[in-house]
């Protein structure tokens, strides 16, 4: 989510006379890579727009973005092993794939979604996503077996949510150029409101409606709000523009492009670290509802725990994007991913209370998910904006194995006869400091190269 007297990636050669290169990258990206401590007010006029491209109308479209990143929550993992299962560790991997199955479609699914919105553009690429987040959550009000759950709130919804995802990752960095970061984290804090306020409801919904009611009533309601996005969310009117000032963000999607990609090594050591991220980043949210049935506690003290993670995470999520702007993304997410591994080794390797859950969901919380603000922003200081789209979707492509994480870990525990969820511990725990070793490898790099 580099020209300038200097340049940090082997993409952008040093030739002054191509400006249209210059288009290519976001303001806030050539101080926070070339220096990330030297914050420079003129960074815009560098690099050919200037600096109130950022914010106007693009505060409209963070608002409308924030009500689609709501309805990106519909974890009902627990309800349904007590109540669709039994309470085993079968069930419990059972169970897993759908929101496995969920985040994998929706990210295996983004070069198809480039070419939809290549062809049909970003309010029709919405529209389409929207009736696919209503439709899976309806149709997994019919559900009678876990096979349905897999293709409606897995599939569906997934593709729902991959249509969404990025038509809205398109439009935000067009309105933005020094503060996308903090924009792109606005946008996507809602998703923690939404964990703070949708397990309550799911809570009471379940236990006096029943699963059924529950999805239906969540599949109409997050249909209004994303209609009501896609009717506030727009690409930016670049006519009559010239050149220089058009932020417009390129859709395409090329051999060509993906080629140079995959020869891209500053790119691919990303891809590494976004692998390791992506494989552990949902174990903890996962499992912690039924960790703590595990440990003793009850329902609502379980649900309790989300929406206490949740709140972390909306602030977090600010918290994240504003010192990203400031201290560069690549140096932010190792702090906070480090923050993570070490959460899950100290926290919850001694969590059988409900106070050190507590303690746990919030550290897991405001930290977990820094990875999904910081990856669009930290793609288009890598890639620039001709090829960013096509850098989100290989990306997502080449990481969605590892949202198969929580099932695998799952797998894991029940052929191991150890204590339950302890591998869960340990896994959550490496992966993440791992992860935040290859981005400040990354960031070393990126500076050297700079230097040279």
């Not at 009500?67 to 929550?73: K, Q």
């Not at 939809?116 to 529209?127: A, C, D, K, N, Y």
Request: hydrophobic share 45%; charged share 10%; with cysteine.
């Amino acid at each position: 989510m580099w020209t300038g007297d200097k340049e940090e990636n082997n993409h952008f050669p040093r030739n002054k006379t191509k400006t249209s290169e210059n288009n290519n990258i976001c303001a806030k990206d050539i101080h926070t890579t070339i220096n990330e401590d030297d914050h420079d007010d003129h960074t815009s006029a560098r690099i050919g727009y200037p600096s109130h491209t950022d914010g106007g109308y693009g505060w409209v479209i963070v608002f409308g973005a924030s009500l689609s990143a709501f309805t990106a929550f519909s974890v009902m993992q627990d309800y349904l092993v007590e109540h669709m299962f039994d309470s085993s560790k079968q069930a419990q991997f059972l169970v897993s794939f759908v929101g496995s199955i969920c985040y994998f479609v929706s990210e295996i699914a983004t070069p198809l979604v480039q070419i939809t919105l290549e062809r049909l553009g970003v309010r029709i690429t919405l529209l389409i996503g929207t009736t696919m987040i209503s439709a899976g959550l309806l149709a997994s009000g019919f559900a009678t077996t876990i096979w349905h759950l897999y293709l409606s709130q897995g599939v569906c919804y997934g593709l729902g949510i991959s249509l969404i995802y990025l038509a809205i990752m398109m439009v935000i960095p067009q309105w933005f150029s020094k503060r996308c970061s903090t924009a792109t984290a606005i946008s996507m804090s809602s998703i923690g409101l939404a964990g703070l306020v949708i397990p309550f409801v799911m809570n009471i919904s379940n236990s006096k409606l029943g699963g059924s009611w529950t999805f239906w009533i969540m599949g109409f309601t997050y249909l209004g709000a994303n209609i009501l996005a896609c009717i506030l969310v727009k690409e930016k009117n670049y006519q009559g523009q010239p050149t220089i000032l058009n932020n417009k963000i390129s859709a395409k999607l090329s051999k060509s492009v993906v080629k140079d990609l995959l020869k891209d090594s500053n790119y691919m050591i990303f891809i590494g670290a976004a692998f390791l991220q992506v494989l552990s980043r949902n174990v903890p949210f996962f499992f912690l509802p039924s960790y703590a049935t595990f440990v003793g506690l009850d329902t609502s003290q379980g649900t309790s725990l989300i929406c206490l993670a949740c709140a972390a995470s909306f602030v977090g999520r600010i918290v994240v994007g504003m010192l990203a702007d400031r201290l560069g993304n690549l140096f932010v997410g190792a702090i906070f991913g480090t923050i993570t591994g070490l959460a899950s080794l100290s926290l919850w390797t001694s969590a059988y209370s409900y106070p050190m859950l507590v303690a746990l969901a919030i550290v897991i919380g405001f930290s977990f998910d820094t990875y999904y603000i910081l990856m669009p922003p930290t793609v288009l200081q890598l890639l620039g904006r001709q090829k960013y789209t096509s850098g989100l979707s290989v990306l997502m492509v080449l990481t969605s194995p590892a949202i198969l994480g929580p099932s695998l870990i799952s797998a894991i525990d029940n052929a191991l006869n150890c204590e339950q969820f302890l591998p869960h511990k340990i896994f959550s725990g490496v992966l993440p400091i791992l992860s935040s070793l290859l981005l400040l490898f990354l960031r070393f790099r990126i500076k050297k190269q700079h230097q040279q």
